[in-house]
């Protein structure tokens, strides 16, 4: 039985976001998309607001579940019985940060497994900081984010 995680801030999630998610759910039993409450970086929507707007995105998804969590993903990970962790690369500086946590993650829990997806090409330049400035300044984000995601971006930047 395969359950993989698939953690990240998501803030906001973005259609490169559920592309991966599709993606994985197709491989394995169960993908837990893991939204980590309190990342080193500031944030625009609340945990229970990204773990809400999440659950819409990937409603569609029957062996998907929306989780919070806080602390080291591999204990998530653990506490979860995932043995795979999911993460999605865009570009170079991504497989380079990722490389670094997964050699950190395999010293901590060598019984998990690392499998990346590549971004679909349509998905590339999207980033959950670039769309937040866009919406910011008033600019069309509707075919980079789910619909509902759109429309909690331009309530928040009302």
Known sequence: MAIA??????????????????????????LI???????PKPLLFTTKERVALMRKALAHIPN????????????????????????????????????EMALMNKKLAPELELVCFMTNLE????SSSLLKDVAKLGG???DLVPKHVAAALREKFR
Do not use: W
């Open 123 to 126: 998905f590339e330049f999207i």
């Open 64 to 99: 998907v579940r929306v989780e919070r969590y806080d602390g080291l993903t591999v204990e998530f990970a653990r506490k979860m019985k995932a043995n795979v962790i999911v993460r999605g690369l865009r570009m170079s500086s991504d497989f380079e940060r990722e490389f």
């Open 140 to 142: 069309c984000i509707d």
């Open 33 to 39: 998309v893991a939204v980590y409450d309190e990342p």
């Open 5 to 30: 995680i698939y953690p990240g801030s998501f803030d906001p999630v973005t259609m490169g976001h559920v592309d991966i998610a599709e993606r994985a759910a197709a491989l394995f039993e169960q």
